[in-house]
């Protein structure tokens, strides 16, 4: 004899119940750590004391003999840079390059030196001409893709994240995501670099190369 049709649809609802409470079970417990992670977390400010210095993971926390903010002007950065050097020069210490602080394990710190911070230059120019943008080291990809986007342009090669500087990126000839593309060097046509004695030289592929 056929099993009678309420019998069936009792058994078929028991299984989807069973199967739906299993779900729940596997679904709902992640969810609810998830929710209870949201609901309990804080953010924790933190206070770097006066003479210290951090990078951005936080785990880095140095005494510095001194910190020099440099501004974004490209002639008062230059003479900025070369008081700093002139110090480190007198007072024999260390000095390291800052920007976002995204290069971790101390690279950004130099312990007990001086640092030059250059978060501010990051002055940022576009050559209609030559189609050449100038971009300040300190200067975000972020910056750059918002100020390149009224003009209906974008960079060919940055990093993942937008939060790096330029200078960094440049400095680690770091690659993107660009499927194709060379790393990020390939689209510097020049830089200008100030050597440990203060002196200024412009380097491309034709000028000073090495």
Known sequence: MSEPRSRRWRRLRLAFLLVA??????IGRPVAFLAWTAWNDQR?????????????????????????????????AVEAL???????RQESLPVSIAGARHTMGGHTIARDGLVADMS???????DDDTGWL????????????????????????????????VGGSISANCHGWQHGQ???????????????DGRVLNCSRQDNAE
């Open 21 to 26: 409470a299993a779900g729940l079970w596997l």
């Open 44 to 76: 924790v400010e933190r206070v770097v004391p006066p003479g210290s210095i951090d990078d951005v993971s936080g785990l880095e926390q140095s005494s510095v003999a001194g910190v020099l903010v440099v501004p974004s002007g490209t002639d008062e």
């Open 82 to 88: 070369r008081g700093l050097l002139d110090r480190a």
């Open 120 to 126: 501010r230059h990051g002055e940022l120019a576009f």
């Open 134 to 165: 100038t971009v300040g080291s300190g200067a975000t990809w972020g910056e750059i893709i918002a100020f390149l986007d009224p003009l209906g342009l974008s960079v060919a090669v940055m990093q993942s994240n937008d939060s790096f500087t």
């Open 182 to 196: 060379e790393p990020v060097a390939s689209t510097v046509e020049s830089l200008r670099l100030m050597l440990a």
